[in-house]
T-cell receptor, first 112, second 117 residues
Framework: ETGVTQTPRHLVMGMTNKKSLKCEQH?????MYWYKQSAKKPLELMFV???????ENNSVPSRFSPECPNSSHLFLHLHTLQPEDSALYLC???????????FGEGSWLTVV | GNSVTQMEGPVTLSEEAFLTINCTYT??????LFWYVQYPGEGLQLLLK?????DKGSNKGFEATYRKETTSFHLEKGSVQVSDSAVYFCALGSGSAGGTSYGKLTFGQGTILTVHP
């Protein structure tokens, strides 16, 4: 059983919808991450939160909006997405000073 | 910058065959090295890791040795099973040695392994 839980596991949304992906970690970690995995492309780091502050935003379009209310929870708010945003979105966490990153099972997003 | 190069796939083997998936890296400093596995329809799971030169990571019959002289971290298993069919990712972590207070992973492109009975 993973210590990083993501919901929903599958989401289908229209281009005008607003939805959110949720991630919760039970490992006592202080850093959390969003990664995007698209078909035939390398894993892309989207956002990093360390001690609840966003420390990295890798040129992600503003239609993706992360939120980290506390060290255990991370959200990815989705608004007016495009079909090319369809992908597997992976949440992960690590200790602040460590570099072993643990992933959740991912949320499969389909934009129609 | 950091980079990871993995053996091109897909790799197709018969059950009980020997597996090698090559991984080489370029990095500054002293990175940690990881293998992650992704089973069909699932997220990434940490398979094994090594944090310094000559360390050997092992788990579930898989092994990889951190070779600084050849900048490699090849994944091996002596006898694969059908249940090992998955995508395998080699990754390099700069961690706090990279000047940040959190881990940063650089991934290879992934290698698809299919094992037939």
């Amino acid at each position: 059983e993973t210590g990083v839980t993501q919901t929903p596991r599958h989401l289908v949304m229209g281009m005008t919808n607003k939805k959110s992906l949720k991630c919760e970690q039970h490992l006592g970690h202080n850093a959390m991450y969003w990664y995007k995995q698209s078909a035939k492309k390398p894993l892309e780091l989207m956002f990093v939160y360390s001690l609840e502050e966003r420390v990295e935003n890798n040129s992600v379009p503003s239609r993706f909006s992360p939120e980290c209310p506390n060290s255990s929870h991370l959200f990815l708010h989705l608004h007016t997405l495009q079909p090319e945003d369809s992908a597997l979105y992976l949440c992960a966490s690590s200790q602040e000073t460590g570099n072993t990153i643990y992933f959740g099972e991912g949320s499969w997003l389909t934009v129609v | 910058g950091n980079s990871v190069t993995q053996m091109e796939g897909p790799v197709t083997l018969s059950e009980e065959a020997f597996l090698t998936i090559n991984c080489t890296y370029t990095a500054t400093g002293y990175p940690s090295l990881f293998w992650y596995v992704q089973y069909p329809g699932e997220g990434l799971q940490l398979l094994l890791k090594a944090t310094k030169a000559d360390d050997k990571g092992s788990n579930k019959g898989f092994e990889a040795t951190y070779r600084k002289e050849t900048t490699s971290f090849h994944l091996e298993k002596g006898s694969v099973q059908v249940s090992d069919s998955a995508v395998y990712f080699c990754a390099l972590g700069s961690g706090s040695a990279g000047g940040t207070s959190y881990g940063k992973l650089t991934f290879g492109q992934g290698t698809i392994l299919t094992v037939h009975p």
